[in-house]
């Protein structure tokens, strides 16, 4: 039963485009979602992330957003950069039911086309 | 500001061996996690710790793993009796308990097991 989804296996944005990607979960006692990035042979690292009591959260040119009635957040990456060339996995945990293990989808592998 | 270190980043080993890893979490974090990826995949949940406290466990921690944080500090993951589907990229991440229900677990590089 895989609770976080992520449907687009690959996606490839040109360089200073917006890359836009998607994530749904099925489960309505998240309520924390984060955003994590992978290189080959490192360990995912942390991007963004955003509360259930938020539907946008900011950072430079990243930005998630939450639609709760519809269980989908998306990350926005604006001006995507060659750089920006990874795996992205959308994680989420439901802390407020006692548990603090995230549940990861199977990842985006974004390619950034110079 | 040093993140969180795994030790050691590759093991080999035959099936049936016995394989321990290291995780130093990041110094001021008092939570621990153990995630496991294989190709393909999200990494996947296998146990965490509070402080030297095991708080939960998946059942994908079989009999043969084990995991420690004896002094709330560092952690051990042990597999006794390695197979071959347990070849995986094992991930540890750390967390500073905010209180918030809203911690960000960030994670080490981790170590990639093969059980030939």
């Known amino acids: 039963d895989q609770q976080v989804k992520q449907n687009s296996p690959s996606l490839s944005v040109q360089e200073g485009r917006i890359s836009i990607l998607n994530c749904d979960y099925t489960n309505s006692m998240f309520d ?57 996995f959308c994680a989420a945990s439901a802390s407020t039911s006692g548990t603090y293990k995230y549940i990861f989808g199977t990842g985006t592998r974004l390619k950034v086309l110079a | 500001d040093t993140g969180v270190s795994q030790d050691p980043r590759h093991k080999i080993t035959k099936r049936g061996q016995n394989v321990t890893f290291r995780c130093d979490p990041i110094s001021e974090h008092n939570r621990l996690y153990w995630y496991r990826q294989t190709l393909g995949q999200g990494p996947e949940f296998l146990t965490y710790f509070q402080n030297e406290a095991q708080l939960e466990k998946s059942r994908l921690l079989s009999d043969r793993f084990s995991a420690e944080r004896p002094k709330g500090s560092f952690s051990t993951l042990e597999i006794q009796r390695t197979e071959q589907g347990d070849s995986a990229m094992y991930l540890c991440a750390s967390s500073l308990a905010s209180g918030a229900n809203t ?8 170590t990639r097991l093969t059980v030939l």
């Open chain 2, 103 to 110: 911690d960000t677990q960030y994670f080490g590089p981790g």
């Open chain 1, 32 to 88: 924390y979602f984060l955003w994590y990035k992978k290189y080959p042979a490192e360990g995912p690292t942390f991007l963004i992330s955003i509360s259930s009591i938020k539907d946008k959260n900011e950072d430079g040119r990243f930005t998630v957003f939450l639609n709760k009635s519809a269980k989908h957040l998306s990350l926005h990456i604006v001006p995507s950069q060659p750089g920006d060339s990874a795996v992205y």
